[in-house]
């Protein structure tokens, strides 16, 4: 059976960071590509910042600059390291990937919880 976990969440004020990690376990070979979405209350989820196997990146406008995603494929980890955090980043961050496995096919996290306080 696949999982996405995430980690790392929070409670920072504004101008504070956080790193996320979200990993896959189970019986996998390997974390394709991966997208970090968020989801602030009353909101549409959002595509946050995205990144391929081989590492290419692709970010919202809206955190362009201060967020960068990262990979450790050795530890089918990816990271979002988010930097200047505004009280606007606030929501529920998901992680979403293509994981290869028995049971290949593109799987979501539970969700982990960023609040930034003004």
């Known amino acids: 059976q696949v999982q996405l976990v995430e980690s790392g969440g929070g409670l920072v004020q504004a101008g504070g960071s956080l790193r996320l990690s979200c990993t896959a376990s189970g019986s996998i070979s390997s974390i394709k590509d991966t997208n970090w979405y968020r989801q602030a209350p009353g909101k549409q989820r959002e595509l946050v910042a995205a990144i391929t196997y081989g590492g290419s990146t692709n970010y919202a406008d809206s955190v362009k600059g201060r967020f960068t995603i990262s990979r450790d494929n050795a530890k089918n980890t990816v990271y979002l390291h988010m930097n200047s955090l505004k009280p606007e980043d606030t929501a529920v961050y998901y992680c979403?990937?293509?994981?290869?496995?028995?049971?290949?096919?593109?799987?979501w996290g539970q969700g982990t919880q960023v609040t930034v306080s003004s």
């Open positions: 979403n990937a293509w994981v290869a496995s028995l049971h290949s096919g593109d799987y």
